[in-house]
């Protein structure tokens, strides 16, 4: 099976390994993985933000750069959404609403695809260490994928899984809210904190890179122990 990873801007500049594990994992289960260098930021950002016509460019490009492809994956559940928001942004237009729409029939969040396309459920991932797991807003709400990371990461060896008290609470991060809102966004953060810290986890899970940026960065701002991972690293992990 051929995938197109849509890898997106948080792990091109600030996780890469993310996007290795992610590589490292869907070759593992027997994909085979193809890379548009043509792809740029899906536009969230700008969008959200209120700036829709300036936003259509950058919308055109990555829809142009995944044209070809079988099967996208994504590992952030926000930006796979971005996708499928594309069809509404262009609602009306004869040239690319049909294109947009194209673009989110093939769309996919990394464990929504190994769940729901591949139809694994156990990754043969090893892991040491106790971990709750986030669930972010984009993916949950909007995109609808819930119980794909948790399937998955309760049948990875070794791994104990605590359910995260007010997990479907927002983390404060937002995109830009958190930078518009950092006031409030601290206290959401810190709600996240203490939900965490209440599982006696090591290590906090999402499938979201913004929401991980974030929350990591809380924890590492508080002195807390614990450990924020990608699940991306954990479904490859294997001690």
Same mark, same amino acid.
């Given at each position: 099976m051929k995938v197109t990873l849509f890898a997106t801007c948080l792990v091109d500049m600030f996780q890469s390994d993310v996007g290795k594990a992610t590589v490292e994992l869907l070759e593992r289960l027997g994909c085979e993985i193809d890379f548009p260098t043509t792809q740029i930021c899906c536009g969230q950002p700008s969008y959200n933000s209120g700036y829709v016509e300036e936003t259509k460019g950058a919308m055109k490009t990555m829809i142009k750069a995944f044209e070809h492809a079988e099967y996208i994956v994504c590992p952030s559940g926000s930006c796979a959404y971005m996708f499928h928001e594309y069809q509404h942004i262009f609602k009306g237009d004869p040239v690319w609403?049909?294109?947009?729409?194209?673009?989110? /029939?093939?769309?996919?969040?990394?464990t929504q695809f190994i769940v729901d396309? +591949?139809?694994? #459920? *156990?990754?043969?991932?090893?892991? =040491?260490g106790k971990v709750t797991y986030h669930t972010s807003c984009h993916m949950?709400?909007?995109?609808?994928? /819930?119980?794909?990371?948790i399937k998955l990461l309760k049948n990875v060896k070794? +791994?104990?899984? #605590? *359910?995260?008290?007010?997990?479907? =609470?927002?983390?404060?991060?937002?995109?830009?809210?958190?930078?518009?809102?950092?006031?409030?966004?601290?206290?959401?953060?810190d709600e996240k904190v203490?939900?965490?810290?209440?599982?006696g986890?090591?290590?906090?899970?999402?499938?979201?890179?913004?929401?991980l940026m974030n929350i990591g960065g809380r924890l590492g701002r508080k002195g807390k122990p614990v450990r924020a991972l990608h699940i991306a690293e954990v479904l490859n992990s294997r001690l």
């Open positions: 609403e049909p294109k947009a729409k194209e673009l989110a /029939k093939k769309t996919y969040e990394l396309v +591949l139809r694994v #459920e *156990d990754v043969g991932a090893s892991f =040491n949950t709400r909007l995109l609808g994928v /819930k119980e794909a990371p070794g +791994l104990e899984y #605590e *359910d995260l008290p007010g997990k479907q =609470n927002c983390c404060g991060f937002g995109g830009t809210f958190s930078v518009k809102m950092g006031q409030i966004s601290e206290q959401m953060v203490s939900c965490i810290e209440e599982t986890a090591d290590y906090i899970i999402s499938a979201d890179a913004g929401c």
